[in-house]
């Protein structure tokens, strides 16, 4: 099949529901004049497919979302001539899948039974099985293994005999004991209706006040404790992300039928979530492993190329750990997570040095990227270890933080900095100026620039979300719902409208072409990035002490 390649051209990123509550009110955003020539890709975020958790990284399966679109929406996004980028997250699917809720209902007899990992398969010989029943993996075979967050990666699972199975759940999970009614105990432990009413009151008003199971009082029905208690936990629920086996030939089949379903709905980049994650060996990394996590990535590739799909790799790692270039010289298109950071620093040492640093090494190695500003994630942090010195990456974190930005810490120890959580405005000060400045360097800077709606639309840091959220919730600070009303009104604003400009130079002028040679030149506070091909020269000039800028064209 021909391969469906996006170009250059540039990539709103948004969920389906950013703006007006649906993706049909988005696709009529971009119909508005305002629009014309605005965009040439769009990044629909996953909740976009049916989801429960993550704001759509835990995938139930691959259909549309009811709730947020429809099919003829992706339709009309292709009339516009809008190409598509979408998820595909290798490693993980939702407790709520078919094949998840499958080996619930079904135990060891389920046929998905090694779809997900079982924990204590995974590490039989290994280690020690512990009194709740899973395996602690002997040190040295863990030590090089990085986990997303604290204990062990596992979730106990109840199967129909009683017995709780461990499986691999590198990320979310929650654990939900139901409420239960006087029936189901009647009916499954034989107690005497009136009893069992006490009972379940005992029971539902321990699990208001939040209590654990082991800390549920019956009273006087305390002789029922032991069968109350395997009651609650075989009838409790689950929401998480379990891990996927990827040696099982299931899991290849499911991984061929999403990408031909994602080629179905006439994407063109495929976007590989958490994808470093999914090769695990004993004794060896669970993340970036060598040279499973390449191995992999090559036969997921060989699948995608017969649907006419190009593959977008995201990984954060440090600079200096060079896996951007690892990716770059395997063919990839690769992820600009330095670019929001170097930015930031530039316009907080008043100099460009870095910043050309970076474009100079994108430029003279051929890497492609997408790069961009702000996004559904934070500011990448831990990208610029290796790039930028500590110091300067400390005066970034300061800067943002200053203006009302969050720290987000890996897994919550200090100064093993991750990302830091703000709005590209917000993290600029809420300068209009700044932004526009910091929009044209992005759009001269080599790659495939990628758009945050939330930036275009110059949206501040959103604290009443992040409250709403409650813990964990930093990441809703950047991600604020617009009404089609709030941002037909927006429309309206000079920072809105140039960037608008912008964007639409930067996709209408013949010079920004794949074949082009970009040059960049620092002097101090000013910088200059030329674009040129054989129909003629653009060129922007920055001054990052002034913070002006100035487009010069000649073709």
């Known amino acids: 099949m021909e391969e469906k390649k996006m170009g250059i051209g540039t990539l709103l990123n948004a969920y389906p529901d950013s703006v007006g509550g649906k993706l049909s009110d988005i696709v009529s955003l971009l119909k508005k004049e305002e629009f014309k020539d605005v965009f040439r890709s769009f990044y629909i975020l996953p909740s976009v497919f ?70 204590n398969r995974f590490w039989d010989g290994c280690g020690e099985m512990n009194e709740e029943g899973y395996i602690v993996p002997d040190q040295k075979y863990i030590k090089d ?137 004993v004794g060896e990394r669970n993340f970036l492993n060598d040279p499973g996590t390449w191995d992999l990535l090559q036969k997921i590739d060989d699948i995608a190329s017969e649907y006419g799909l190009t593959l977008l790799p995201e990984i954060h790692a440090s600079y200096g750990e060079k896996t951007y270039k690892l990716l770059a010289d395997k063919g990839y298109m690769v992820y600009d997570f330095f670019l929001p950071g170097l930015l930031i620093d530039a316009f907080v040492r008043k100099n460009g040095f870095y910043l050309k640093k970076w474009a100079d090494e994108i430029t003279e190695n051929n890497i492609r990227t997408v790069n961009m500003l702000g996004c559904h994630d934070g500011i990448p942090l831990l990208d610029l270890k290796g790039l930028l010195p500590e110091e300067d990456i400390q005066n970034v974190i300061d800067a943002v933080v200053s203006r009302g930005g969050y720290v987000k810490d890996l897994h919550g120890a200090k100064n093993v900095y991750y990302q830091v959580n703000a709005t590209y405005y917000s993290a600029l000060g809420e300068s209009d100026q700044r932004m526009e400045m910091a929009r044209a360097i992005q759009l001269f800077m080599p790659g495939k620039p990628q758009i945050w709606y939330l930036d275009l639309f110059a949206g501040k840091n959103d604290y009443e979300a992040m409250e709403r959220a409650g813990v964990g919730g930093h990441k809703e600070i950047n991600r604020s719902n617009l009404s089609l009303e709030q941002a037909e009104e927006l429309l309206k604003k000079d920072v809105v409208k140039k960037q608008l400009e912008l964007l639409r130079f930067r996709n209408t002028c013949p010079v920004f072409t794949e074949d082009a040679d970009i040059s960049v030149d620092c002097d101090e506070s000013q910088m200059s990035i030329t674009w040129q091909n054989a129909k003629g020269k653009v060129s922007l000039f920055v001054d990052f002490e002034k913070e002006t800028y100035r487009i010069e064209e000649d073709y």
């Open 145 to 281: 293994m990085f986990f997303r967050k604290a204990g062990l990666p596992i979730l106990m699972v109840r199967f129909p005999d009683g017995r709780d199975v461990p499986y691999w759940n590198t990320f979310y999970q929650e654990v939900i004991y139901n409420k239960v009614d006087p029936f189901g105990l009647v009916k499954e432990l034989g107690m005497q209706y009136e009893t069992a009413v006490s009972v379940s009151e005992c029971v539902n008003e321990a699990l208001d006040q939040k209590k654990k199971i082991d800390e549920i009082d019956l009273g006087e029905w305390q002789k029922y404790e032991k069968e109350v208690k395997d009651y609650l936990n075989a009838h409790r629920s689950y929401l998480g992300q379990m891990d996927l086996n990827i040696k099982s030939p299931l899991v290849w089949d499911y991984y061929r039928k999403t990408l031909k379903k994602l080629s179905d709905y006439g994407v063109a980049i495929v976007r590989l979530d958490a994808f470093a994650y999914a090769p695990k060996e």
């Open 50 to 119: 049916n989801t429960d958790l993550d704001r759509g990284f835990s995938l139930i399966s691959y259909d549309i979302s009811e709730t947020y679109a429809d099919p003829r929406d992706i339709d009309d996004l292709h009339d516009l001539n809008i190409d598509l980028m979408m998820d595909f997250i290798l490693n993980h699917i939702s407790v709520l899948s078919h094949q998840f809720q499958d080996i619930i209902a079904k135990g060891e007899e389920s046929e998905y039974k090694d779809f997900f990992i079982n924990w």
